[in-house]
């Protein structure tokens, strides 16, 4: 028995407890609370973490009181803090035991289906992840398909929010929102269909094991070391914060414009449903990412081929979940024009081009020797001269901003 195997080996000894006719059920309802369990967990400490680093770049402590709770019946009392590790749990209690108000004049039905139907549609995604070399959920042979399906009807619960909140800061977050689905679900897709087109499916188990494989024993082969992979590796990151809501992109609930927009209405449990489902989807997205592009659950060198594959997958998305509080960190909001100029007048002409070079490389795979370094000069121009030219015509038209009623 190794590390590799052994929760496959506990899920089918405990499978094996129940008669013939269940075990379909049980081994599906496993994987269900198995994910919602680790993800849950996961959430809980991407907040603690997201909340110290931005108090750390922002020269301040972050939430460091919460500790364990003194119980009068143990002799003694563990006096440190977890340097507030337990803060997560803290809110857990308080968002259920505040009051839910909802606005008379709100659709009730709407106003209480939003929160629910995001959640539901965010914990989606992670069906189709192939968590490590033996863990995968389901297996699809579309499942990249499904993910986006699934990932799209998220946006919808916003605007259903928006407009059963019957309030207009609500209603103008939702119609933001659906103009961000527009804008950045087409760059999001067309930067992982050069993917599927060199490797020739849709299934993500088999688009990880295609990265498998060192070349000089060193650099693995993984898609974001090719120069479309690369290209495609930053689109995927911008339309993925865009589609997340995330900071840059984070117009539908800007609360300097919109005092949070479709969560103006929510209080309690409903907002904090709306809270984890943002937390859910950049999650699942971070895993689409290193499925894609980082090589899945494969170790980066082969010495280390050791360790779990499923620990493997877990460290890259923790790293990507870093990066995403890191750029939350740095970068200012846009605004809903620079949003949707920066997708329609870059990101997607980027995309289309990278598609083409993704079917240069594939034409090309056959080249050896000296025509090696043509095929990688050659793959390279393709995405950086075009990145150069959009990226000084983006903004280099444009006159500063005036504003009418402001100084």
């Known amino acids: 028995m190794s590390l590799e195997t052994l929760p496959l080996i506990v899920r089918d000894w405990i499978v094996a407890l129940f008669p013939d006719v269940l075990q379909w059920l049980v081994h599906h309802l496993l994987s269900i609370a198995v994910i919602l369990t680790v993800f849950g967990l996961f959430f809980a400490f991407t907040t603690i973490a997201e909340r110290k680093l931005l108090g750390r770049l922002q020269n301040r402590l972050g939430p460091n009181r919460a500790g364990l709770p003194k119980l009068s019946i143990l002799p003694f009392h563990l006096k440190h803090k977890l340097w507030g590790l337990s803060q997560p ?22 106003h209480f289906l939003a929160p629910v139907v995001i959640v539901a549609f965010s914990l989606l995604g992670f069906a189709v992840l192939p968590f490590g ?12 398909l499904y993910f986006f399906a699934a990932g799209t009807a998220t946006e919808l619960a916003i605007f259903m929010a928006g407009w059963g909140s019957r309030n207009k800061y609500s209603l103008l977050a939702a119609m933001r929102a659906l103009a961000q689905l527009i804008s950045y679900e087409l760059p999001l897709i067309l930067s992982v269909v050069p993917v599927v087109l060199v490797v020739g499916t849709l299934s993500l188990p088999d688009i990880a094991v295609a990265q498998s494989g060192w070349t000089f024993g060193v650099l693995p082969h993984w898609h974001v070391f090719t120069p479309w992979g690369f290209a495609g590796f930053l689109i995927f990151l911008v339309a993925a914060l865009a589609e997340s809501n995330r900071s840059p992109f984070d117009l539908p609930e800007a609360e300097s414009e919109l005092i949070a927009g479709h969560l103006t209405e929510y209080s309690g449990f409903k907002y904090a449903l709306f809270f984890m489902a943002e937390y859910f989807g950049l999650t699942a997205l971070s895993g689409l990412g290193v499925t894609i592009f980082l090589g899945g659950w494969q170790a980066p060198f082969a010495f280390l081929e050791f360790i779990p594959s499923y620990l493997w997958f877990m460290m890259k998305l923790a790293g990507m979940i870093v990066f995403f509080i890191w750029i939350r960190g740095t970068l200012l909001r846009l605004r809903i024009d620079q949003l949707t100029r920066l997708s329609w007048q870059f990101l997607v002409p980027l995309a289309l081009l990278n598609l083409a070079n993704a079917a240069f490389w594939a ?18 121009a393709i995405v950086v001269v075009p990145f150069l030219i959009l990226g000084r015509r983006l903004s280099g038209d444009r006159a500063p901003r005036t504003y009418r009623y402001a100084s």
Request: charged share 25%.
């Open 133 to 144: 070399r033996h863990l995968i959920p389901v297996e699809l042979d579309a499942g990249l």
């Open 363 to 380: 034409l090309t795979a056959g080249w050896s020797g000296p025509l090696v370094f043509v095929r990688w000069a050659v793959s390279a």
């Open 89 to 110: 749990f803290a809110d857990a209690v308080k968002a259920l035991t505040k009051e839910d108000v909802v606005p008379d004049a709100a659709d009730k039905v709407l």
